[in-house]
């Protein structure tokens, strides 16, 4: 089994910057493909960007190119997202998952965290 726990969001003023992390236990070595996602309140989860363990490509939404970056700490089992230039629009609840898959597209995540509520407000 594999579990997967977030950290790190919180409230942030418009502008500012966040690093999500999550942290992968248990049966972790399978995990090839990270992916992050997002629900804003009253709308479908999205999908934000995908990262490769192996040979850390990643690869990301149009609507988050150029404010968020995904990288990975393979020693640690975590993998970050790095928030910048946040805006009100940002504000959902973010998500880790993973899959055994080596493909960065949105679908067929096994695994899944908790979720962790990022706010952008002022």
């Known amino acids: 089994q594999v579990q997967l726990v977030e950290s790190g969001g919180g409230l942030v003023q418009p502008g500012g910057s966040l690093r999500l992390s999550c942290t992968a236990s248990?049966?972790?070595?399978?995990?090839?493909?990270m992916g992050w996602f997002r629900q804003a309140p009253g709308k479908e989860r999205e999908f934000v960007g995908a990262i490769r363990r192996d040979i850390g490509e990643a690869k990301y939404a149009d609507s988050v190119k150029g404010r968020f970056t995904i990288f990975r700490d393979n020693a640690k089992n975590t993998v970050y997202l790095q928030i910048n230039s946040l805006i009100p629009e940002d504000t959902a609840v973010y998500y880790c998952?993973?899959?055994?898959?080596?493909?960065?597209?949105?679908?067929?995540?096994?695994?899944w965290g908790q979720g962790i509520q990022v706010t952008v407000s002022s």
């Open positions: 248990g049966r972790a070595n399978n995990l090839n493909t």
């Open positions: 998952a993973s899959k055994q898959s080596y493909d960065l597209g949105r679908v067929d995540y096994d695994y």
